[in-house]
């Protein structure tokens, strides 16, 4: 397999509440990107963060990239229902393009 | 602003028939990758088309190829079927091929092989 690796791989909490999904990665990158997924439909671009940037807000999502450990973190503040979904990472690197397996978030109301 | 398509949305073969899955790019984007996403899993990369020709490959056999047209579209061709096969497959498009462009997904389409 290819894929980077993702922690919590599944995590539920209440509205309201923070979430915290973290990712490893194996490659030198050019960037690296969180996107969600929606009941196994197509992902969705959330943020992306440059391998000389360490943090990212973007709403309520921050990102953080530490690239001496070859990890970055999504942060979802004040979370809602409607955030229930699967979060993946992807490392944009210069010869591997690859996706973390995924975390499943789950947000109750 | 059209959004990335695919065709078809569900497709169900045998095992060893062949399968082309096609996709049409976000209007201005010049690049297509194309995924496998089992059930359960992250998707995994297939390979990428930038001016009709193969940038990219993940770890896929040959059995999996692929066609980029003048007009940015793509085809993902599958040969030989195995039950393995079945999956989402998943089309992004993004402007330049590189190091990991922003990428916009289609809605998969999904493939059951028996």
């Known amino acids: 397999s290819q894929q980077g690796e993702e922690d919590p791989q599944a995590l539920s909490i209440q509205e309201g509440e923070n979430a915290t999904m973290n990712c490893s990665y194996k490659t030198s990158i050019n960037n690296l990107q969180w996107y969600r997924q929606n009941s196994g439909r197509g992902l969705v671009h959330l943020i992306l963060i440059r391998s000389n940037e360490r943090e990212k807000h973007s709403g309520r999502l921050r990102v953080t990239l530490d690239t001496s450990k070859e990890s970055s973190s999504l942060l979802i503040t004040a979370s809602r229902a409607a955030d229930t979904a699967s979060y993946f990472c992807f490392s944009g690197g210069y010869n591997k393009l690859i996706f973390g397996a995924g975390t499943r978030l789950a947000v109750h109301p | 602003d059209a959004g990335v398509t695919q065709s078809p949305t569900h497709l169900i073969k045998t095992r060893g028939q062949q399968v082309t899955l096609r996709c049409s790019p976000k209007?201005?984007?010049?690049?297509v990758s194309w995924y496998q996403q089992a059930l359960g899993q992250g998707p995994q990369f297939i390979f990428q088309y930038y001016e009709e020709e193969e940038r990219q490959r993940g770890n896929f056999p040959d059995r999996f190829s692929g066609h980029q047209f003048p007009n940015y579209s793509s085809e993902l061709n599958v040969n030989a079927l195995l039950l393995g096969d079945s999956a989402l497959y998943l089309c992004?498009?993004?402007?330049?091929?590189?190091?990991?462009?922003?990428?916009?997904f289609g809605p998969g389409t999904r493939l059951l092989v028996l």
């Open positions: 209007s201005g984007h010049d690049t």
């Open positions: 992004a498009s993004s402007l330049g091929a590189g190091a990991g462009e922003t990428q916009y």
